[in-house]
């Protein structure tokens, strides 16, 4: 069984995917960071999960808490989609 990962196939049409593969938006964003010596990469987007809203960001979720340069480890705890889920279902359910 494959999940259809579509945009909007799961009923989240007010979702956009942005891809970046130049780096513009992660630079912008303050998120690039060097992936070169440790898995010879290059630059790279540290891992992290943002909800904006009418432009605005209004939460973001960093991995480690911050970019860490050539890490070892990939960390993938606080970036993933439950996380971002939660957030939002909670923050609906307080009115924000």
Do not use: H
Not at 1 to 12: I, S, V, Y
Not at 32 to 43: L, N
Not at 68 to 90: C, H, I, R, Y
């Amino acid at each position: 069984l494959e999940e259809d990962m579509t945009p909007g196939a799961n009923g989240f049409t007010k979702v956009k995917l942005l891809p970046d593969g130049a780096a513009l938006f992660t630079r912008g964003m303050g998120m690039s960071c060097m992936w070169d010596s440790e898995r010879g990469f290059g630059e790279r987007s540290w891992r992290y999960s943002v909800l904006i809203d009418d432009m605005k960001v209004t939460k973001l979720f960093v991995e480690g808490g911050g970019i860490t340069q050539n890490s070892g480890p990939d960390p993938f705890e606080v970036s993933d989609a439950g996380t971002m889920l939660q957030f939002v279902k909670s923050s609906s359910a307080d009115g924000k």
